[in-house]
């Protein structure tokens, strides 16, 4: 069976804080104890690029180091930054292929919540391009109908 390798979100605690926003990447990646009552974690092996906004937009983008022959992580948030004209938001302090970063400060009359729907959509679209996320008009569930399906 298959499964999602890749995904993209924005999460709203961080308020646009990036060492927040690493802090719950980490915990989005935490191994889960098989016995735990509430599972919390568990994504570490799936990559992510995780956006939260306010007055700034904060982005970490994920890639686990079994994903790296697919894509990795600062090519990723390059090419979103890119895309979207904010070359100059990129933190490159700690960025490599396993964990890029970014805090974008908007330009005067931009807002931190219009660039992050617009940095999700590119994000995704990377992924689209790259044949790393379904498209949405994927459709690979067959239905199945039994005898009781259709009624006499």
Sequence with gaps: MGGLNFF???????????????????GMNEVCPPDADERRGGAGNIGKMIFSADKELAVV??????????????????YVLKMCK???????????????????????GFFAIKLKDDTLTQAFGYLRLNKLFPDDDEDEDEMVFGDEDFPE
Excluded: N, R
């Design 8 to 26: 993209c979100t924005t999460v709203m605690e961080p308020k646009g804080d990036l060492e927040m926003l690493k802090l719950s990447v980490e």
């Design 86 to 108: 904010l070359e100059d938001g990129f933190v490159k302090e700690g960025s490599d292929d396993t964990y890029a970063y970014a805090l974008i400060k908007p330009k005067a």
């Design 61 to 78: 983008a994920h890639v686990p180091k079994s994903k790296h022959s697919m894509t990795k992580a600062t090519v990723w948030l390059q």
